[in-house]
């Protein structure tokens, strides 16, 4: 499946952001979404993901609270809606993939569980 992401952009620490997935094909009840987030010099990190069936979320410590994960089955397309936004969330936002389901349920907290990836959107959050 391929992945195109929209939505990042600049802002200021404690505004919002959303941004968009869109998938080249259908993915409820096929594949599992997530968002992951690299900075300079570190680690690709989780940050949310939706499951298959599409009705269990989850969330790293960092962003829980502050952001949401969400989809539109129609529209083929996962969101991320984040709020409360800090300069150490400054980061490329990736979305990503996995599936199709194949009937295990892998941790969606590790990114070697994913097969698909999108390019990337920047986000960067000025103090």
């Known amino acids: 499946v391929d992945l195109s992401e929209t939505g990042g952009g600049l802002v200021q620490a404690g505004d919002s952001l959303r941004l968009s997935c869109t998938a080249s094909?259908?993915?409820?009840?096929?594949?599992?979404m997530g968002w992951f987030r690299q900075a300079p010099k570190k680690d690709r990190e989780f940050v949310s993901a939706?499951?298959?069936?599409?009705?269990?979320?989850y969330y790293s410590d960092i962003v829980k609270g502050r952001f949401t994960i969400s989809r539109d089955n129609a529209e083929n397309t996962v969101y991320l809606q984040m709020n409360s936004l800090k300069p150490e969330d400054t980061a490329v936002y990736y979305c990503?993939?996995?599936?199709?389901?194949?009937?295990?349920?892998?941790?969606?907290?590790?990114?070697?569980?994913?097969?698909?990836w999108g390019q990337g959107t920047q986000v960067t959050v000025s103090s």
């Open positions: 990503a993939a996995s599936g199709p389901f194949d009937g295990h349920e892998y941790d969606l907290r590790t990114p070697g569980n994913f097969n698909s």
């Open positions: 094909r259908r993915i409820l009840g096929a594949y599992a």
């Open positions: 939706l499951g298959w069936s599409g009705d269990k979320t």
